[in-house]
Each structure stands twice: as C-alpha cells, then as structure tokens.
C-alpha cells in the first residue's frame, strides 16, 4: 500500500534519516510493544504531529485512549524531519485568494484557528514541561528580486487587516538589521511563528501522550483496512487490530490505497534540507547574520532557511521528483550549491546533514479535515502545504474535540473542511507535479 509516486527508499520506515534532529534529540521509544485483542475505540494512522496531538488531546481532555499505529519510530515522518518553522497559514493561497473564496468571515475564522495553533505549540511544550528549543519571534519573508519588493507591502497589508502585526524593511535596513545576501532586496516580519526543534517537539508530544494514557505503537504499519459491520479491521505488521473509530494521520506518506477517497486525492511532494557544521563567529558576521528567527523567501520554489542553536545554519528547498538516491545526490549538491550562491561567505562550510521528506497537497491548495462523507467513524486531517507544524498541532485538538462530541464539522474552518478536492486523474499525479514545477520554475525565472 505504497505510493507509486517515488522511488521505494522514501517510504522506508526502519530508521530515521539521518538528520541533525534526530542526531540532537533525546532518544524516545513508544512502551506498548503489543497490540490488544479486543476492539478499540480509536485507532489513529500515523505517529506524527497530527496523529500525536489528536491522541494527547483525546486522553488528556476527554478521557479517551486512542491508539497510534505508526510505521518507523514515532516522529518517523515529516514531522521529525522538518525545517522546525511554526508558522500560520497551512495553503498555497494567499489571503486575498482565500477571501475570495470562502468570504471574509471564514478567512478570518482560519487565520485565527492557524495563528491560535502557533501558540498551542507553545502551551503543550510548556504544559507537559517538555523542551522544543523555541527560537525567535514571527517570521521573516525576504524579495528575492527587487521586481517582488512591492508584493512584500501587500502581504504586510494582509497581516494587518487579519490583526497580526507586520512590518516591511527596505534592501538596505534588512541588511543592517538582519542579514546580507545576494537574494535579498527587502523584508516583511511578521508576528506570528518561532523557530523549534522538530524531533524534541514530536517525541516531547508523544510523552505527553502516553503519560495521558494513549498507546503508541511503533513499527506498526496498516497494511490493509476493511470493514465489518460497524467495526474497522486493520491488518498491521504485529497482528490484526479492530476500532470503532479510525483517523488518517499519514500526511504525505499516506499510501494511496489505504482509503482513496482520502489518499488517492493528495500529492505529495519532496523537500530537501542540509545543514551545516557550526559556522565561527567571523562567519556568521561575514553575512551579517543577526537572528534567530526563521526565514523563508518569495521565490514560488522556495528557499527556508535558520541559524541554529550552536550556528549551524539550516538552509531548504524543493524536492526531485523521483525520490531515488542518485537524484538525492545531486539535489544535495544543487542545495549546497544555491546556499553558497545566496551566502557566499558560507559556500564552502562543509554540510554535516542532508535529508528529504515528502510534504502534502492538495488540489484545491488548502488542507482537508473532517469525517469522511459516507462514514463519519473515519476522521481525517492532512494536506498542510508544507506548512504543517502549528496546524497539524491544531488540527489534532480540533479532531480531538469532534470525536469526543464536544464540537462540530462545522467548527472546521471553511477553508479546510471536508476531504481533498478530487484529482481529475488521479493516475497522473506524477504529470501533476511535473507541471506544476516547470511552471513555478518558470514564473521564479520571469520574476528575477
Ligand atoms: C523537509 C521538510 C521540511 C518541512 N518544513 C516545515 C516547516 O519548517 N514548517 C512547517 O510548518 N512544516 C514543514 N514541513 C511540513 C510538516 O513537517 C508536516 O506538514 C507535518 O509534520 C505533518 O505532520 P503529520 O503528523 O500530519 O504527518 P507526518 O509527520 O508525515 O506523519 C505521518 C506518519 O504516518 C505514518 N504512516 C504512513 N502510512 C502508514 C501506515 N500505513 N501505517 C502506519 N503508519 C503510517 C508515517 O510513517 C509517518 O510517520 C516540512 C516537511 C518536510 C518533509
């Protein structure tokens, strides 16, 4: 139950990859090695963020034990192996977009749910009194080409009227308050966002999960799912488990025929991440680096980029579309590239860590959550655009507090209700992306 989509190795479960997270993380092993006989009342698939939070949730506030069938090690998937931003707005539409489309009411309604789940990230870390190495404040977005300069003011003007704070700097100020670049013609802060430790953030929440009573079990992929009766049946490595209720938490590792009308709908895609050994203090100063928090810049194919605790400098972009080991090579070698092309002073650090992982979309560029139409006992909450941090935290309580009773679909806001749109020919993902890609690339052109 696989995606067709990349090559094998990307869906390799047995260990981490090799990241700087998991390399500085504390360690964490799920304590329920076995599965129970008899019927559950929730079994959540996938063991990141989003199945992590709905199962903390569930126990801590509603008294429910879930259990979570994960198929690596918990945080095995994109969220412990991510850029660590946690920031809003988990779309590829900007506001206005969305304001078109769902009204202002129901944008406001998302953007406060998305900024409300930047600060829950926060408050579980600090409730269940684990660390998740919190850095800086808001998130900057910087005009790679002085053509997109004036998109940096109407973005701003976005953040505004939705009541997050948000400020523009020319080339020149961003450059003396902030960093030098090549790719650097002016900057927009805004509030909302910090930078953490992806990997402390998934294990620490696991904690807190199985201290509330959920079960975690790890190595433990679903293989097969049916229904009998009223009951689901899923077929996993360790044996057969049956749950009244099931949620999908498998993001863009959601093999595509574990439930199509779900997965078969979203396309996933690769993002890459190297980072560097620590960079000296003449280095740092040499692009006038000065803070901690995340980064990320205009280009549609984008570069993220943060200095990390001990200044190790993490630097992302997008994915190939193959997912092989030879195309891994060469995009670590054009990553190295691009981040000695933007930071010249830094193009020859040696890079210590370089790792992928597949984030999620969907066609209608917002993510899906909800119960599934023709089965209310299959909740489901995936497809965050690469921004899957803070709303898969969010997503978690929201689903949490729909399966307990104590809110409705309709809680949901608009933008992200209901399952993904459907993909005309689901087959032709691969062609999906490929154009897409070319287009963007294309566009990034036109715009320097
Ligand atoms: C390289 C990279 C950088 C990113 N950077 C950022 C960032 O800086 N900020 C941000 O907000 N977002 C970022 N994201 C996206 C973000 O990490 C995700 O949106 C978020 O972690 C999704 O969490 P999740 O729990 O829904 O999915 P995941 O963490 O991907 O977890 C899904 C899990 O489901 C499991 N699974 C799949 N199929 C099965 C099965 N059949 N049985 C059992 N288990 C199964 C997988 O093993 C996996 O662990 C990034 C993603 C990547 C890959």
Same mark, same amino acid.
């Given at each position: 139950m696989r995606s067709k989509l990349y090559h094998h190795s990307i869906f390799d479960a047995t260990d981490h990859v090799p990241s700087w997270w998991v390399q500085s993380a504390p360690a964490?092993?799920?304590?329920?090695?076995?599965?129970?006989?008899?019927?559950v009342e929730v079994a959540i698939i996938g063991g990141g963020y989003t199945g992590l939070s709905t199962a903390y949730h569930?126990?801590?506030?509603?008294?429910?034990?879930?259990?979570?069938?994960?198929?690596?090690?918990?945080?095995?998937?994109?969220?412990?192996?991510?850029?660590? @931003?946690?920031?809003?707005?988990?779309?590829?539409?900007g506001f206005q977009d969305l304001q078109r489309k769902y009204g202002d009411d129901e944008t406001r309604r998302f953007v406060a749910s998305q900024v409300e789940a930047v600060h829950r990230v926060r408050e579980?870390?600090?409730?269940?009194?684990?660390?998740?190495?919190?850095?800086?404040?808001?998130?900057?977005?910087?005009?790679?080409?002085?053509?997109?300069?004036?998109?940096?003011?109407?973005?701003?003007?976005?953040?505004?009227?939705?009541g997050i704070k948000s400020t523009v700097l020319s080339g020149d100020a961003f450059?003396?308050?902030?960093?030098?670049?090549?790719?650097? @013609?002016?900057?927009?802060?805004?509030?909302?966002?910090?930078?953490?430790?992806?990997?402390?953030?998934?294990?620490?929440?696991?904690?807190?999960?199985?201290?509330?009573?959920?079960?975690?079990?790890?190595?433990?992929?679903?293989?097969?799912?049916?229904?009998?009766?009223?009951?689901?049946?899923?077929?996993?490595?360790?044996?057969?488990?049956?749950?009244?209720?099931?949620?999908?938490?498998?993001?863009? @590792?959601?093999p595509e025929g574990l439930m199509p009308p779900i997965t078969k709908n979203v396309v996933p895609l690769l993002s890459n991440i190297i980072v560097t050994r620590p960079l000296s203090e003449d280095e740092v100063a040499a692009q006038n680096w000065q803070t901690e928090t995340p980064i990320y810049n205009t280009r549609n194919l984008l570069f993220y980029y943060r200095m990390l605790p001990g200044n190790r400098f993490l630097f992302g972009g997008r994915g190939d579309m193959t997912g092989t080991p030879r195309a891994g090579e060469k995009m670590r070698a054009l990553l190295t590239r691009q981040l000695g092309e933007v930071f010249p002073a830094w193009k020859t650090a040696e890079i210590t860590h370089f790792w992928r992982g597949l984030v999620c979309m969907a066609r209608n560029?917002?993510?899906?959550?909800?119960?599934?139409?023709?089965?209310?006992?299959?909740? @489901?909450?995936?497809?965050?655009?690469?921004?899957?941090?803070?709303?898969?935290?969010?997503?978690?309580?929201?689903?949490?507090?729909?399966?307990?009773?104590?809110?409705?679909?309709?809680?949901?806001?608009?933008?992200?209700?209901?399952?993904?749109q459907n993909l005309p020919i689901p087959s032709l993902k691969r062609w999906y992306l490929r154009a897409s890609l070319g287009y963007y690339a294309f566009q990034d052109f036109m715009s320097r």
């Open positions: 964490f092993t799920a304590t329920d090695e076995s599965l129970p006989p008899e019927v569930l126990a801590k506030f509603h008294n429910i034990q879930s259990h979570v069938l994960e198929a690596g090690p918990i945080g095995w998937g994109a969220s412990g192996r991510n850029g660590g @931003f946690c920031a809003p707005f988990p779309t590829a539409l579980i870390a600090r409730d269940e009194n684990y660390s998740i190495d919190s850095q800086g404040e808001g998130v900057w977005c910087v005009a790679h080409s002085p053509k997109v300069y004036r998109a940096l003011e109407d973005a701003a003007a976005g953040y505004q009227h939705f450059g003396a308050e902030v960093h030098h670049s090549t790719e650097q @013609f002016g900057g927009m802060w805004q509030e909302a966002g910090f930078g953490l430790h992806p990997m402390k953030a998934a294990r620490g929440l696991a904690q807190a999960a199985q201290t509330a009573g959920a079960k975690l079990h790890e190595k433990c992929t679903v293989t097969a799912w049916q229904k009998q009766g009223a009951v689901h049946v899923l077929e996993t490595e360790k044996g057969v488990i049956r749950a009244n209720s099931v949620i999908i938490a498998t993001n863009g @590792f959601s560029m917002t993510p899906a959550m909800g119960r599934l139409p023709d089965d209310p006992s299959v909740l @489901f909450a995936l497809a965050y655009h690469g921004d899957g941090v803070a709303a898969s935290h969010g997503a978690g309580q929201l689903l949490a507090d729909i399966l307990a009773g104590r809110k409705m679909e309709t809680d949901i806001p608009l933008p992200m209700r209901g399952p993904p």
